[in-house]
């Protein structure tokens, strides 16, 4: 993944920006298969959400000291210091992020850890919606849609 920057964290973390296509085919999940990753997607996504405050706190003291340096003097001691603080919790943030590519989802989105997995409904591409704090897969939004294009799935398919 790409290295850490101060300016574009999504796209510095690897995060795809929402509706870019996968590097790889994606993998399709029914609702069920979807909902059995669940306690592991749970984990991983609240290790991200305890991280990036950190991550986003060290980036915004950086750019503090930074606007605060001289040209002429080079970076100072404090702006190494905190690229290096920023470049291990930005590792660490990567290394959770490359763990729900391996489950085979997408990560969305930092502030609400929003999940999503692609899968069919009524045989049509769709993606099954998921964010930290709720239980289950409750919603579905068109390919393209996005968050504010949540539905809630209808009871037929999580009846199935």
Not at 36 to 64: F, H, M, N, S
Not at 66 to 74: D, I, L, M, N, V
Not at 111 to 135: A, N, Q, S
Request: hydrophobic share 40%; with cysteine.
């Amino acid at each position: 993944m790409a290295a850490i920057g101060v300016h574009d964290p999504q796209r510095k973390l690897g995060v795809q920006e929402k509706g870019s296509p996968s590097r790889h085919m994606p993998r399709y999940f029914t609702l069920a298969e979807a909902n059995r990753t669940l306690p592991l997607v749970r984990k991983i996504v609240a290790d991200i959400a305890g991280l990036y405050p950190q991550w986003r706190d060290l980036v915004y003291r950086y750019e503090i000291v930074a606007a605060q340096a001289k040209p002429e003097t080079g970076e100072l001691p404090e702006q190494l210091d905190l690229k290096r603080q920023i470049d291990g919790v930005a590792h660490q943030i990567n290394d959770f992020l490359a763990e729900l590519e391996q489950v085979g989802c997408v990560f969305k989105g930092f502030p609400d850890g929003l999940v999503d997995f692609y899968g069919k409904l009524d045989g049509r591409d769709i993606l099954w919606c998921w964010k930290l704090g709720e239980d289950e897969i409750r919603h579905w939004h068109e390919l393209e849609a996005g968050f504010a294009g949540r539905q809630e799935i209808p009871t037929v398919v999580t009846t199935h």
